[in-house]
C-alpha cells in the first residue's frame, strides 16, 4: 500500500519561497497512470488542487499559481517537492501530497502546516 508524507517547514517568512517534499513508500512515482499532486486547504476553506508531475515527468499547474509554483522530482529519492515563490499571507494552509488515478485522489498524506508569517 503506497503511502505518503510531507516534509518541510512550518514557518515561512512573507515574501521567501515555501518548500515541500513528499517522500513515497510502497509505490514508484515513475508508474504508469498515476499522478503526483499537491492540494493545500486554508483556513475556513476549501482545498485547492495546486499542480501535479504525472509518472513520465510532465506538470501541470492551476492557472493561478503557475507563475509561482514548481513541482519537481527526484526519482533515486522516490519524493517529488513542491516550491511556491514570493508567498503571503494568503498562501497559509494545510498542504497535502495526494496520488491521483483517474481523476480520483486515491492517496493522501497526513497534511503538513504552513504558515506565512513575519
Request: contains cysteine; glycine residues 10%.
Amino acid at each position: 500500500q503506497v503511502q505518503l508524507q510531507e516534509s518541510g517547514p512550518g514557518l515561512v517568512k512573507p515574501s521567501q519561497t515555501l518548500s515541500l517534499t513528499c517522500t513515497v513508500s510502497g509505490g514508484s512515482i515513475t508508474t504508469m497512470s498515476y499522478f503526483w499532486t499537491w492540494i493545500r486547504q486554508p483556513p475556513g476553506k476549501g482545498l485547492e488542487w495546486i499542480g501535479y508531475i504525472g509518472y513520465a515527468g510532465n506538470r501541470f499547474y492551476i492557472p493561478s499559481l503557475s507563475s509561482r509554483v514548481s513541482i519537481s522530482r527526484d526519482t533515486s529519492k522516490n519524493q517529488f517537492t513542491l516550491q511556491l515563490s514570493s508567498v503571503t499571507p494568503e498562501d497559509t494552509a494545510v498542504y497535502y501530497c495526494v496520488r491521483e488515478a483517474d481523476h480520483f485522489f486515491e492517496s493522501w498524506g497526513q497534511g503538513t502546516q504552513v504558515t506565512v508569517s513575519s
